[in-house]
């Protein structure tokens, strides 16, 4: 990464040339925190920038007090900007609070007054994404925030997680649907929910959307897919939430190959923090591979001999096709069915050797009414068991710490030199 470790500025014309060549910043949350109006201005100068236009940006006046007071009952974003005019010999120990709620999956940058070679070689080692130091201009600052998420040798930015059902009708996608769309809004991250059931899918009438172009086209046009044409593709659901619509036609044959999808799923990673996987019940080529990639695994099961046969068959076969990755998780879905003969979730979960990650009672009217209204089960019953349910659920795939407990992120050497 890129650091400004000079006093004096980047003349502007040199900024706006050297930023010409930057690919647009990807679908993240940035919130800034300024304490001269300089640096303000500087913020509000790159939040206009082209480059800029997928980033949720915000900026308040305050210090690092403020933000750590902030995200201790909030999650924290994908990135903080911190202006800080603190001595560097008393930085780290100021640091310590908002290390403390900070999100794993958070980075920070710190906009500096002091020139310190050594300051900035202790932050890079305790986990510190960039420091730069003031004044600094728009192009230097929007330079930064590529080296962090654009960089071509990073990681991908997002996280893939896939739900897929033990048998057909066991709520699956109803359960992949609601949990992006709580991600998005629990965590005010920008999250992609890509519905893969080409045939029969039903992501666009569960958000009462009939957008005219989807995954068919990224799938069938790999030569044309770039940034620029998966945002024509997507389908806004809420202020955070993206759709990848399957067509739910049966116009042709889908019939895809081993690899089909990998082009989509890269540049989804390359431009959202959380990518849920919506696949249907099937097991070919594809699907194998989507799930043998996927960061997260999400089996979805209903108590019955079926379900329980099925689910042990994928675990077996996930098992080999990642055995150094950890085992799906298991969501037991229609729970206390009335009249029906069902297995318990003990003895359902016994012969799989492990714990659901979540039980979900049989509730035909909350899971009717969202469907036939196009909603989500939050918006239906906001203060019901299974949006509380949803919530941890999201909490765990989406690797966050609920609010007000110490999370250990960018920040965690700095909790541990600090602690000894």
């Known amino acids: 990464m890129r650091t400004n470790m000079e006093a004096a500025p980047i003349p502007p014309e040199r900024s706006s040339r050297s ?17 001269t109006e300089t640096v303000h201005q500087t913020m509000s100068l790159a939040a206009a920038d082209r ?25 924290t974003p994908n990135l903080i900007v911190l202006e800080t005019s603190s001595d560097p010999a008393t930085l780290l120990v100021r640091l310590k609070p908002l290390a ?10 710190i906009v500096g007054h002091h020139n310190d070679v050594q300051l900035y070689r202790d932050l890079m080692r305790n986990g510190i994404s960039d420091y730069i130091v003031a004044p600094v201009d728009m192009g230097d600052l929007v330079n930064t925030l590529a080296g962090i998420f654009v960089d071509p040798g990073a990681a991908p930015l997002g996280r893939t997680i896939a739900f897929i059902g033990a048998k057909g009708g066991v709520g699956a996608s109803t359960l992949s649907h609601n949990v992006a769309w709580t991600m998005s809004n629990l965590f005010q991250a920008e999250t992609v929910l890509a519905d893969m059931d080409m045939p029969f899918g039903t992501a666009n009438i569960n958000f009462d959307q009939d957008p005219p172009q989807g ?31 399957a067509p739910s036609m049966l116009d042709r044959p889908y019939d895809f190959s ?9 540049v989804l990673q390359r431009n959202a923090p959380l990518v849920v996987l919506d696949v249907p019940h099937g097991w070919n080529e594809w699907t194998r591979s989507v799930l043998a990639d996927a960061d997260e695994i999400v089996v979805c ?4 001999l079926a379900s329980l046969r099925n689910t042990k068959n994928l675990f077996e076969a996930i098992r080999k096709l990642r055995p150094n990755d950890k085992m799906p998780y298991l969501i037991l879905n229609q729970i206390n069915m009335p009249k029906r003969p069902e297995i318990a979730p003990d003895d359902f979960c016994e012969p799989l050797t492990t714990s659901p990650l979540a039980v979900i009672s049989f509730d035909p009217a909350l899971f009717g009414n969202a469907a036939n209204s196009g909603r989500m089960l939050q918006e239906v019953d906001p203060k019901g068991q ?10 765990v795939l989406a690797a966050r710490t609920p609010p007000k407990k110490a999370r250990s992120g960018p920040f965690a050497k700095v909790l541990e030199k600090l602690g000894r």
């Not at 480059?51 to 999650?75: C, H, N, Q, W, Y």
């Not at 081993?258 to 890269?266: A, G, K, L, Y």
């Not at 299974?386 to 909490?395: F, G, N, R, T």
């Open 301 to 304: 099961a209903t108590p019955d």
């Open 386 to 395: 299974i949006v509380d349910i949803l919530a941890d659920v999201s909490h």
């Open 51 to 75: 480059r800029m236009a997928k980033v949720a940006m915000r900026m308040t006046r305050g210090t690092i007090e403020d933000a750590a007071s902030l995200f201790s009952a909030s999650p």
């Open 100 to 109: 403390e709620v900070c999100d794993a999956s958070t980075r920070v940058l």
């Open 215 to 245: 995954i068919s086209e990224a799938v069938f046009s790999p030569e044309r897919l770039d940034e620029m044409f998966l945002d024509r593709l997507l389908t806004k659901c809420s202020e955070h939430l993206s759709l990848l619509a």
């Open 19 to 35: 930023i010409e060549a930057l690919r647009p910043l990807p679908r993240i949350s940035v919130h800034g925190f300024y304490e």
């Open 258 to 266: 081993r690899t089909s999808f990998e082009p989509v799923i890269d």
